[in-house]
Antibody, heavy 120, light 106 residues
């Protein structure tokens, strides 16, 4: 059974960089059939797709966040990571990692999510 | 950007009721639509993809329909475990979600 688990910084100050990692177990992140995504959900609000990466390191980002986002992959550790620069209070959200099939796709496996709070 | 609009925002229903949630896309997305169920503090769970294909393990009381710009999720007989928030998601061009429909106990 595939499992995804997020980890990383939970409390940030404005202008800092958010860094999260998603560890994948029960399957290989190097499988060519899948894409690896980050999605976030501000408290009480809807889901917002952030971006994804393939095992080839090709990346695709939400145009509204593209200037601040970097997603990377470490195939040797079966994990992928998110960096979001220059955070503000508007970036406060639960951040999920998820698996998709070859894009465009839906998301069939999700991590439990991790809350990131941006506050001065 | 493709905008997804769900209705209603909140739906009050009783166990055994047949409920339908609708999702409208701002432009045609063929059948590239998924539905998710989310409970408080949990990750979304995939219910349906390609508008009407039931994900493995999802009860058959859930069904999806539609294509183009108009879609629906129907629960044929609401069960206690079904009280949750439901989201539609398009994957025709990038990825966007609806704002959610909360199904609450009447």
């Amino acid at each position: 059974q595939l499992q995804l688990q997020e980890s990383g910084s939970g409390l940030l100050k404005p202008s800092q960089t958010l860094s999260l990692t998603c560890a994948v177990s029960g399957g290989s992140i190097s499988s060519g059939a899948y894409s690896w995504h980050w999605i976030r959900q501000p408290p009480g609000k809807a889901l917002e797709w952030i971006g994804y990466i393939y095992h080839t390191e090709s990346t695709y980002y939400n145009p509204s966040l593209e200037s601040r986002v970097t997603i990377s992959i470490d195939r040797s550790k079966d994990q992928f990571s998110l960096k979001l620069r220059s955070v503000t209070a508007a970036d406060t959200a639960v951040y999920f990692c998820a698996r998709g099939a070859t894009a465009p796709t839906y998301f069939d496996y999700w991590g439990q999510g991790t809350l990131v709070t941006v506050s001065s | 950007d493709i905008q997804m609009t769900q209705s209603p925002s909140t739906l009050s229903a009783s166990v055994g009721d047949r409920v339908t949630i609708t999702c409208r896309a701002s432009q045609r997305i063929s059948s590239w639509l998924a539905w998710y169920q989310q409970k408080p503090g949990k990750a979304p769970k995939l219910l349906i993809y390609k508008a009407s294909t039931l994900e493995s393990g999802v009860p058959s009381r859930f069904s999806g329909s539609g294509s183009g710009t108009e879609f629906a999720l129907t629960i044929s007989s609401l069960q206690p475990d079904d009280f949750a928030t439901y989201y539609c998601q398009q994957y025709s061009s990038y990825y966007t979600f609806g704002q959610g429909t909360k199904v609450e106990i009447k």
